[in-house]
C-alpha cells in the first residue's frame, strides 16, 4: 500500500513515494535523493519522474548549507543539482563538498553548462553525472534510473561537449578592451545596472558583454570571471575586491 507524506518548511520538503525500508523482492536500500536547485517545477518534475519506481525518498536544499546538512544525514544520496541556480561560488567548492561526501552520487541537470566546467568536474570525479533540463524526458528519466543503480551517466550531448573541448585549442579568446574595462567593474563589485550608467550603455548591452566574457573565460559565475582575469592578469589586483 502506497502513502504519500509531504513536509512543508523554509528550507526542505520531504515526499516519500513508500514507506518501507527495503525492497520487498531484493532486500536493497531505499534510494534517497536531494533535490538541489531552486525552482519548485523542477522539484515537481524530479518526483513525477522518481514516483514511476517503487522506493524512493526525496529531499529538498535551497541552498549549499541545507545540501550540506542533508549529506551529513543520508551521505549515500543522489544529489540533483543545477549548479547554474545554485549558491556555489565556483566548481571548486563543488568538487570539495562531493569529495567530503564520497558516498554520494551527483547529477548535474540544468540548462547550461560550460564545456570547461563540464570537463573538469566530469574528470575530477566518478561521482558526477550530466544531463541538461531540455533533454527528452526518456533521456532524464534514463539518468536517474541509471544512477540509482550506481552507474554513471553522460547525456550524448555531454558528451559531445567533451569531445569538442577536447578537440579545441586550449589558448583561451583574449578579451577585448571594452570587455576587460567589464570585468574590472564586476571586480568592483558593480551591479550590471551601475555598469550601464557608467557607461552610457544599455543594460541588455552590457548583459550582452557579460555573456561573452563568460563563454571565452569558459566559467559560469562573476566571481569565476575575477579570479580567471586576475590569474590571466587581465586586471590589477589593486583595481578590485573580492
Known sequence: MFRDIFLNSPEIWLYILKVVPLHPKTDTVMRKYIVADNQELTGFAIRSLLKRDEDQVVYRAVDKAGLIQLLREHEDAVVILDYTLFDFADEDQLLIVAERFGLSEWILLSDELTPQFIRRVVYSSH??????????????????????????????????????????????DILTATETEIVKAIAQGKTTKEIAAERFSSVHTVTTHRKNIFRKLGINTAHEAVKYALRAGLIDPSEFYI
Open 127 to 172: 561521482q558526477f553525472s550530466v544531463v541538461f533540463k531540455d533533454s527528452p524526458l526518456s533521456e532524464i528519466r534514463e539518468a536517474l534510473q541509471s544512477v540509482g543503480r550506481h552507474n554513471r551517466y553522460l547525456s550524448q550531448r555531454a558528451l559531445e561537449t567533451i569531445i569538442t573541448q577536447q578537440q579545441e585549442e586550449e589558448k583561451p
